[in-house]
């Protein structure tokens, strides 16, 4: 089975814009769960989507955002870009008693 | 979530055994156990589970202890390829059920 992919590799985005990440799950699998990985931080829990539908976020503010569409991948959206956003970015399929597997993820940086 | 402490770095020489300890004293009795490692700047990626009998793959190995209170991933032969942060998390199988990631173990591997 196809993995989890995540478009774009890199993006670096000045203060204040906005950006969009895109995740395609691993095939006909319908959770989508996004982290963010701060420079030197650990995983943080930010969005879990299945069926379409946002399930749970975690503690970040309503400028991170999200949706899921019909075929099941998701984008990530982040308005009004601060310094602190500068992240590895990570969507994850879960995979039963596996786990998850996780995408390369997107290197974000704002300046 | 039931809490894990790792210990925050190891060093270990290349072809020789690596065990990495995880305690998780509070775990209950529906939480699997899973190992996840991270390369620098890519995903975490599995590595194993097991809820209370010993497992292997073709990856690592793990030990539960009998209490079930820690258990150890064991790397048989570290290779330079096998230098990661390695994360113990518990997981109970429960819908919508999200990784939660601790700092893990730094592993460096000298040649």
């Known amino acids: 089975e196809a993995g989890v992919t995540q478009s774009p590799t890199h993006l670096i985005k000045t203060r204040g814009q906005q950006v969009t990440l895109r995740c395609s799950p691993i095939s006909g699998h319908t959770s989508v769960y996004w982290y963010q990985q701060a420079l030197g931080l650990g995983l943080q829990f930010l969005l879990w989507y299945d069926e379409g539908e946002e399930r749970n976020r975690g503690n970040f503010p309503p400028r991170f955002s999200g949706r899921q569409f019909p075929n099941y991948s998701s984008e990530l959206n982040v308005n009004a870009l601060e310094l602190e956003d500068s992240a590895l970015y990570l969507c994850?399929?879960?995979?039963?008693?596996?786990?998850?597997?996780f995408g390369s993820g997107t290197r974000l940086t704002v300046v | 979530d039931a809490k894990t402490t790792q210990p925050n770095s190891m060093e270990s020489n290349e072809e020789e055994p690596v065990h990495l300890p995880c305690n998780h004293s509070t775990i209950s009795g529906t939480d699997y156990i899973h190992w996840y490692r991270q390369l620098p700047s890519q995903g975490p990626e599995y590595v194993i589970h097991?809820?209370?009998s010993n497992v292997n793959n073709r990856m690592a190995s793990l030990a539960i202890a009998e209490d079930r209170k820690s258990s150890t991933l064991i790397l048989h032969r570290a290779t330079l390829r096998d230098a990661a942060v390695y994360y113990c998390?518990?997981?109970?199988?429960?819908?919508?059920?999200?990784?939660?990631f601790g700092a893990g173990t730094i592993l460096r591997v000298k040649s």
């Open positions: 998390i518990l997981r109970t199988l429960v819908y919508g059920n999200k990784l939660v």
């Open positions: 994850a399929s879960p995979r039963g008693i596996y786990g998850y597997t």
């Open positions: 097991g809820l209370t």
